[in-house]
């Protein structure tokens, strides 16, 4: 396949709200799909060029001021100036076809059945360790290993029961795993918020169309807290747990709280007596079952990990330890996190499940490894290096838009803490209309895809596309300025 055949040349023109619109050298995703445009897609593209920019620039103006009164936000603690900030919406649709979503939903359930497999056998007969398919130090001296899952056995043998995969789109248009996210994975509320509003502002482009719906994530997110809650228990009481108003992402607390009809608790609403878990109520106390737990494991028990902790509740893992509560998810799943795990999934998921990945990983080389430190530091002008622990865009280094300096105080990083680092080229991620200040423009995008799992593993039919609104930018986290857009899966 050509690249002629698979990319409009960048003076392509279109009509009416895409007059101006520049295909650059990158896969657009609504403009240069390869072959016969979807009826959809080309659907979606009819109904924009219809439609005015300064009316669309109305209706952002009039959804952003929406979801600003609504407290839809998120906190940036690093300003100083602007704490709780909107994650910036923008109206134009990304559309991902009925066979592209087949792709993405079997390839995220394989992943998350291998990331169960594995995390049960790290903590149990650690057979990947001892074949060689992953070297043991990288696990067992994990920060994020945690020594009381040792020998723990969880209903179903679940560990991850909310995931996000991030997933990005390369320059032939193929969807690559990033990262997973194993932990406390945030944004779903923003895929159904951005519903919402795309359904009020722009029903004209909707109307008619197949469009899959998100309304079912609080309910099946309720039914998997229950699958998993302890045996024998006929009505699970089911909370949400947050640190508090306080939290960046309080307001997907209050949120999903409410999509599951459960209560919203903080750590002193609860407390643990003879090893059992109950909510302080008006009408006395009430047993707790399955707990969604919002904040890291070291904040969860001050008697088990951080004794500083304010956030815990006393006694809540020694709880869970005898089986009498579900923590979703489990302790310990940041090992999954780990960027430098990542670089083994495509092995881990042929051991475990005897396939080839579906959806295929970015190339990764691994700094704490001599062969991929000296690959790193001879090629650091080319790659993006990630610290394996942070997330949201902070810490890492894009080479070809770093400047010299950067590099060399980069290189000076690299070489004191190799372990802390992992490098991968610089992917050209897709394209999407978005609107901009000079009208709409290519901008850059990811997508998160959230997968539940009890009984077996749910994918949420749409996911949060989070779009990099500085011209040129491949960073689209919102804490580094990205904004996010409706992510429309079309049925079959």
């Given amino acids: 396949m050509s690249d002629a055949t698979l990319h409009a040349p960048s003076s392509t023109q279109f009509s009416g709200l895409l007059d101006n619109y520049q295909i650059p050298d990158f896969f657009c995703e609504l403009m240069n ?19 005015d920019l300064e009316e669309l620039r109305r209706r952002t103006t009039a959804a952003e001021a929406q979801l600003y009164r609504m407290g839809i936000t998120f906190t940036v603690y690093s300003n100083r100036e602007a704490i709780d900030r909107i994650l910036p919406f923008d ?49 067992l001296n994990n920060p994020n290993y945690c020594a009381a899952m040792i ?33 406390t ?25 197949p469009i899959r719906s998100v309304e079912e994530y609080g309910p099946r997110l309720h039914q ?24 960046s992402a309080y307001f997907e607390h209050v949120f999903l ?43 969860l028990d001050p008697l088990a990990f951080n004794p500083d902790s304010l956030l815990g509740v006393p006694g809540l893992i020694e709880a869970y330890r005898r089986g009498n509560v579900t923590l979703a998810n489990a ?15 495509p092995r881990i998921i042929r051991y475990y499940l005897g396939e080839d990945p579906i959806l295929d990983s970015v190339d990764t080389h691994i700094c704490a490894e001599p062969d991929g430190l000296a690959y790193t530091l001879a090629n650091l002008d080319k790659l993006v290096v990630k610290p394996v622990g942070e997330s949201g865009g902070y810490g890492l280094i894009i080479g070809p838009h770093a400047t010299a300096a950067e590099l060399d105080e980069f290189r000076q990083k690299l070489l004191e803490n190799p372990a802390n680092y992992i490098s991968q080229p610089v992917i050209g991620l897709s394209v999407t209309p978005t609107l901009c200040p000079d009208g709409v423009e290519a901008r850059h995008v990811d997508l998160r895809p959230f997968a539940l799992t009890g009984r077996a593993v749910w994918v949420l039919p749409g996911g949060l596309s989070r779009v990099a609104l500085r011209k040129g930018s491949l960073v689209v986290n919102s804490s580094q300025g990205g904004g996010s857009k409706d992510t429309w899966v079309m049925a079959s």
């Avoid at 643990?272 to 904040?295: C, E, K, Q, S, W």
């Avoid at 302790?331 to 999934?345: F, P, W």
């Fill in 33 to 51: 799909r390869e072959g016969p445009l979807p009826p959809a897609v080309q659907c979606v593209r009819n109904r924009l060029a219809s439609l």
């Fill in 91 to 139: 109206a134009i649709p990304r559309v991902i076809t009925a066979r592209e979503w087949d792709h993405i939903e079997r390839g995220v359930q394989q992943r998350i059945q291998a990331l169960n497999l594995f995390l049960h056998d790290i903590y149990h007969d650690r057979h990947v360790l001892r074949d060689g398919i992953i070297p043991a130090e990288l696990v």
């Fill in 151 to 183: 020998g723990l056995k969880v209903p179903g043998g679940v560990y991850v029961h909310v995931s996000g995969t991030d997933l990005i789109r390369d320059r032939d248009g193929r969807f690559l795993i990033l990262e997973d996210n194993a932990r």
């Fill in 185 to 209: 994975p945030s944004g779903v509320s923003y895929v159904i918020e951005n519903r919402h509003m795309t359904l009020r502002l722009m029903p004209d482009l909707a109307s008619g169309m």
């Fill in 224 to 247: 998997t807290l229950c699958e998993v809650a302890p045996e024998g228990v006929v009505d699970p009481q089911v909370v949400l747990l947050s640190p508090g108003i306080y939290n």
């Fill in 257 to 299: 709280s409410r999509e599951m009809g459960v209560p919203l608790v903080e750590g002193k609403d609860l407390f643990v007596d003879n090893h059992r878990v109950f909510m302080r109520t008006v009408t006395g106390p009430t047993p707790v079952h399955a707990i969604y737990r919002r904040l890291n494991d070291e904040f």
């Fill in 331 to 345: 302790l310990g799943t940041g090992v999954a996190d780990d960027k430098a795990v990542y670089a083994y999934m």
